[in-house]
């Protein structure tokens, strides 16, 4: 467990009241959280909770209905997605949704389409490949023929090559074997060490709370319980009610 | 070889290359957004009266005012998708169908009210009077010089589209919003302005075609009708959304078209009925076309 990054500045990203609904069908009621710079925040709760709309909502791939979204001091709400990605929120989407049909150099290029991302691009590139070694010796590859380990580093990968300000990780470990979500929660590990500020959900929630400076519990699109990682993971309420531990 | 076989050949060849662009226009906006451009012959009929009337007011002629069609076209096709197709985006297909059917049907009138059913063409173009408008191969076997640059032009325009696609970032931007448009939006890419991008380089490259043609065909408001049939053909022979596939079958096409009545003693008549032949025999082998995703 690390010290806790210092939090009397003003929030990186701060959600306010946040309402989102699919089709006149409500998915969160009035959300409201903090990410401060250099901190490592987790989103957990049970399934269809509302983790991944949050996120969602964030990038400006679905529109709130109201509420605040602001990074630094700006309004994102009503932002368009790629605007919304040019100020530095790499959103790693859930499903990794890599570009199948393109290589594993091409997917990392367009995670530094942005204009602010392109004039580092290849000491960043560099970065990348340094963390993601396999990505290195695939990098010509068709990304659909990667297995799915191989799939979520190239997500993340190109995720970073935005050099963003706040990394936004949906279900990282989703799907991959124990050996392989080892080395995921060590990538988020280093990656926090270096500064990196994230916003992580995660399935595995006792190794989340663990690295997570701080988390929230979500149930059915509202937030029920927040603090330090460590110390949701050792109350009673929160392990048996929204855990399952 | 029959000399007359070996000229049939060449014409097939080359009447093939710009059969291809066609195609291709119409096979990048499929790839990119899973619609069906119905007013493609129209915008190559609107090409072509492009450079009938730069020939007609200023004496333009039609290869001097490529670059100006291509750009006008280039704008028609941005027109087309800011105006009409972005508010169908998510509407369904029959919808989509009805509106650039319905663009095609008011363009081909309104060219029909404001210029007349009228067949018209470019008197004595520059390149019919270069080296007296054909190039004999041997004996017996020409080939018609604006038939040959018309081409030419054709493959430059095809490699060009190639490379952007291929080898630029842009053309990275169009591949990643084909394939998934919302992933592309977290990396920064505007669908949007990708979209635009899109329909005006597919009409630009009708344009290409519609000013080459004009060279040493007939101009007039339904000329993009049978153009266009077989450019549906050939993205589907071809696979639809592939670019190399629109390439190889519009060559095809083309030799079938020239080629086949020859052989098969057929009348040139029905050579629509072996390029039709060609595509159910491809399609019942390869339903997904020479070169398909889809
Ligand atoms: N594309 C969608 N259309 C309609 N409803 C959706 C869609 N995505 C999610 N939902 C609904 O929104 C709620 C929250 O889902 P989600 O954010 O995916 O939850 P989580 O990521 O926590 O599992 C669920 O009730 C889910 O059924
Ligand atoms: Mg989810």
């Known amino acids: 467990m690390q010290a806790r990054p210092d939090r009397a500045s003003t929030p990186l990203l701060a959600v306010e009241d946040l309402h989102v609904s699919y089709g006149g069908v409500p998915a969160l009621y009035g959300l409201s959280f903090e990410v401060h710079a250099g901190e490592v925040v987790a989103l957990v709760g049970a399934n269809g909770a509302g983790k991944s709309t949050t996120l969602r909502a964030i990038s400006g791939l679905i529109p709130p209905d109201s509420g605040s979204i602001r990074l630094d001091d700006r309004q994102l709400n009503r932002m368009p997605p790629h605007a919304i990605a040019a100020l530095g929120i790499a959103h790693v989407p859930e499903g990794r949704r890599i570009f199948s049909r393109l290589s594993v150099l091409q997917n990392l290029l367009l995670g530094s389409y942005a204009r602010t991302a392109r004039s580092t691009e290849q000491q960043t590139l560099e970065e990348v490949l340094t963390l993601f070694p396999r990505l290195r010796e695939r990098l010509h590859q068709p990304a659909g023929t990667l297995s799915g380990g191989e799939q979520q580093m190239l997500a993340i990968g190109r995720g970073l090559m935005l050099r963003p300000r706040l990394l936004m990780l949906d279900e990282p470990s989703l799907g991959l074997a124990p050996l392989i979500v080892e080395g995921i929660f060590d990538v988020v590990r280093t990656l926090s060490a270096s500064g990196m500020t994230i916003l992580l959900i995660e399935q595995n929630v006792q190794e989340t709370l663990m690295l997570a400076h701080r988390a929230y519990v979500l149930q059915v699109g509202q937030i029920v319980a927040t603090g330090a990682g460590v110390d949701l993971l050792q109350s009673d309420l929160v392990r048996r009610a929204y855990l399952g531990l | ?294």
């Not at chain 2, 018609?144 to 053309?171: K, S």
């Not at chain 2, 040139?268 to 339903?287: E, G, H």
């Open chain 2, 1 to 294: 070889m029959d000399a007359t076989i070996v000229q049939a050949v060449l014409s097939g060849a080359l009447i093939g290359m710009i059969y291809a662009l066609i195609a291709a226009g119409l096979s990048l906006i499929f790839g990119l957004m899973e619609i069906v451009n119905f007013a493609h012959g129209e915008f190559l009929m609107l090409a072509m009266f492009s450079s009938f009337w730069m020939w007609e007011l200023w004496r333009l002629d039609p290869l001097a005012s490529l670059p100006i069609t291509a750009a006008l076209m280039f704008g028609v096709g941005v027109l087309t998708n800011r105006l009409l197709v972005m508010r169908v985006l998510n509407a369904p297909a029959l919808a989509q169908i009805f509106a650039t059917f319905g663009l095609g049907l008011f363009l081909r009138a309104s060219a029909q009210y404001l210029w007349t059913a009228d067949f018209r063409a470019i008197q004595d173009p520059f390149l019919s009077r270069v080296a007296g408008g054909r190039i004999a191969l041997g004996r017996d076997v020409f080939i018609g010089v604006p038939q040959l640059v018309a081409a030419v032009i054709a493959a430059v325009a095809f490699a060009l589209l190639g490379l952007l696609i291929r080898r630029t970032r842009l053309g990275l931007a169009l591949q990643a919003v084909a394939e998934d448009r919302s992933t592309a939006a977290l990396m920064g890419i505007p669908a949007g302005r990708m979209f635009d991008l899109g329909w005006g380089i597919a009409a630009a490259c009708v344009g290409i075609a519609g000013a080459v043609l004009a060279s040493f065909y007939y101009i007039y408001p339904s000329v993009g009708v049978t153009f266009a049939l077989l450019a549906y053909i050939i993205v589907a022979l071809g696979g639809f959304g592939s670019i190399t596939g629109a390439l190889i079958a519009g060559i095809m096409v083309g030799l079938v078209e020239i080629v086949a009545p020859l052989l098969l003693g057929i009348p040139p008549a029905y050579k629509y009925a072996l390029v039709f032949t060609l595509y159910l025999l491809v399609v019942l082998v390869r339903p997904q076309g020479l070169f398909g995703r889809y």
